[in-house]
């Protein structure tokens, strides 16, 4: 089921679309060893803003979810429970302005804000990982990281700090570094 408001103006050199949604979500996939469709996941979500094909868009938004999954063991494990997904984010003529992106889930948080232009990049972020046996068995420790991005593809310079504390992934040769 989903539902939602929407309004779209049409405006004389191009369209307007100002829009607050909601959105209600049940998930499905196919259970192959029963070869039946079961609901196992719920997502909801507030997204609202401005979008015109003109000026670009001005969008923040809320999702969250619970149950989630893709397919990889490892991720699966860590969107078993509650997740969420908030963004701000805006793009016009001079490029795309990141305010903020965060995610959290389980035991992990990361944020990501900054902008994209024609003429470069800066971009910075954090990571962290207070407990990495949300991923499932055979993982343990924790991570923490922060980094950045300036300039363009072409010039551009990384900056990275990490910190590992106990960390195993569940392979013997990795675990005894």
Known sequence: ???????????AKGYNLSAVTSLDVACYF??????????????L???????SRMTGYDLAGTLEGNGLGVGVPQVDTLLAGSSTVKFDAKRDETGTALRAVSVRAA????????SLAPTGANLSGTLAFTDL?????????????SGS????????????TAQGRDIAVGQP?????
């Open 1 to 11: 089921m989903a539902s939602g408001h929407a309004t779209l103006v049409y405006k």
């Open 30 to 43: 196919k259970k192959q060893a029963t070869n039946t469709t079961a609901p196992t996941a719920l997502m």
């Open 45 to 51: 979500g507030l997204v609202g803003g401005t979008a």
């Open 107 to 114: 035991s992990l948080s990361a944020d990501l804000s900054g």
């Open 133 to 145: 046996s949300a991923l499932g068995p055979g993982y343990r420790g924790s991570l923490t990281a």
């Open 149 to 160: 991005f300036q300039g363009t593809m072409a010039s551009g310079q990384i900056t990275t």
């Open 173 to 177: 040769q990795a675990d005894a570094l």
